[in-house]
């Protein structure tokens, strides 16, 4: 169904097309919300028609780019989707300025494989099929978080915007720098549409890492403690941490919801990024030396190896099956740094291994990330980002799997300062994703930019403060 002053393609429920792109998301489990018009705008001009019409019949809007926000907020009831998967869809590089400029879905998978390319890089994102824009504007906990922060931080140098008005503006740290500041860490709260980015790129290095795979039965939080402790020893600049846990027969064959092994395996998986061999081994030496307390309960260690973009992909798809019905739900905390080591650990335990099905993953991404909110929206400590991505099949356990993720992040939330905002959903638990200040900050800009409120993901966020959903507990 089109309309003749907008040129792009759009379907109403009418079409045979519409359920398809209504559920073009990566979790199986998408609600019921209906919107009136889905379109596929391939340039801003199309972006730019289609915000106009909106306006004219005053339909409320959403925004989506690569579908992996799991609480698929970017569905409005009787409202508009503009799917950005057609939108923009290059990739250009400018070797005067060493500036990369794409659109808002390309993928990882694409951005790594055309960097590769030209031996560049820039910070990506770990999961291959995310898009370009949802991956940044929830600030980007790009590859080596570490020693760089997160990818809007630095690497990003613009954005081309249409806003709720219909006008297309460049945003950057001198003009519009309002909107360019209010861009990261706004996730689905975004209040325009972002229609291409530009990023900064660093000569490419080579990607080196190693993996440790222990037992934890009966020594869970010692070991974690531990693996925590031995994570501080690598270096900051140079080295991706990530920690995973999952059952011992997570990759069984078989599609039931309930694991047959009750062991509760901990991935330490380092990743290196250097110009050789020798130098990834130096980056990653504090790991040749495991306590004895634990040698008996390592059970693999992957040495060393040089690995390709696509080998990384590879593990992160086994990481994050989708397409076979999966039923996806992601809950998360930044730690508070003031709560000592212990403590956090007895918060974050059960997200960790108490997992509630077989194919359920709890995660810890070593960030040591403390963002400044004078330069991004984006303003909540990082020292750890903890979280736990439940799996299932079976629809009939979706009010079970909520309600455990529900009580256990509640409890892991009396640790943190908040929660990235890309895993922000206003239906379950309610965490800050801001400062208070910044949030505050972040409110004005959307009133500015979108005082009629075409673009309604920003609720959630102005009832936290409303409700002064804020104070961990542990300092009441």
């Known amino acids: 169904m089109s309309d003749s002053s907008c040129p792009t393609l759009r379907f109403s429920s009418e079409s045979r097309e519409f359920e398809r792109l209504r559920t073009r998301y990566f979790n199986g489990r998408v609600p019921p919300t209906t919107p009136a018009i889905i379109c596929c705008p391939k340039s801003t001009a199309e972006v730019v028609a289609e915000i106009l019409v909106a306006n004219n019949r005053g339909t409320k809007a959403g925004v989506r780019s690569g579908g992996h926000l799991f609480p698929c907020t970017s569905l409005v009831q009787d409202g508009l989707l503009i799917d950005t998967c057609e939108l923009n869809r290059t990739i250009e590089y400018n070797p005067k300025t060493r500036v990369v400029s794409f659109g808002p879905a390309v993928t990882v998978k694409e951005l790594a494989h055309y960097l590769t390319g030209i031996s560049r890089f820039f910070p990506f994102g770990h999961s291959p099929s995310v898009g370009a824009a949802g991956f940044l504007l ?152 495991i306590s004895e307390s634990y040698k008996n309960c390592m059970l693999v260690r992957v040495p060393t190896e040089k690995r390709t973009w696509a080998d990384l992909w590879k593990i992160q798809d086994d990481f994050a099956p989708s397409g076979g019905g999966e039923r996806w739900q992601c809950d998360s905390i930044l730690n508070d740094p003031q709560v000592p080591l212990d403590q956090l650990v007895d918060a974050i335990t059960p997200a960790l291994q108490d997992l509630p099905s077989r194919l359920t993953v709890g995660f810890i991404c070593v960030a040591d990330y403390y963002p400044d909110e004078r330069d991004q929206a984006l303003s909540l400590p990082q020292k750890y980002y903890i979280s736990t991505m439940s799996c299932w099949r079976d629809p009939r356990r979706d009010q079970v799997m909520r309600k455990w993720m529900l009580d256990t992040y509640s409890r892991a939330g009396e640790v943190s300062c908040g929660q990235y905002a890309a895993d922000f959903d206003a239906t379950q638990r309610m965490s800050k994703i801001m400062t208070d200040s910044a949030l505050t900050r972040w409110l004005e800009v959307r009133e500015k930019w979108d005082p009629e409120e075409m673009f309604v993901g920003h609720r959630g966020f102005s009832d936290i403060l409303r409700k002064e959903c804020i104070m961990p507990k542990h300092k009441l």
């Open 138 to 289: 929830a600030g980007g906990q790009g590859w080596f978080l570490r020693g760089w922060g997160c990818t809007s931080d630095t690497w990003i140098t613009q954005l081309e915007i249409v806003t709720a008005s219909g006008k297309t503006i460049i945003a950057n740290k001198e003009q519009n720098s309002d909107i360019f500041w209010a861009a990261p860490g706004s996730g689905q709260g975004f209040f325009a549409v972002v229609t291409r980015i530009w990023a900064r790129t660093i000569p490419a290095k080579s990607i080196f890492d190693t993996t440790i795979v222990l037992d934890t039965t009966g020594i869970f939080k010692p070991l974690l403690k531990y693996i925590l402790r031995k994570c501080d020893e690598l270096p900051k600049y140079g080295v991706d941490v990530a920690i995973s846990t999952c059952y011992a027969d997570r990759d069984a064959k078989g599609t039931h919801d309930d694991s047959n092994d009750n062991r509760v395996l901990i991935n330490v998986n380092c990743t290196a990024y250097a110009d050789s061999a020798e130098e990834a081994n130096v980056l990653l030496k504090p790991l040749d030396s």
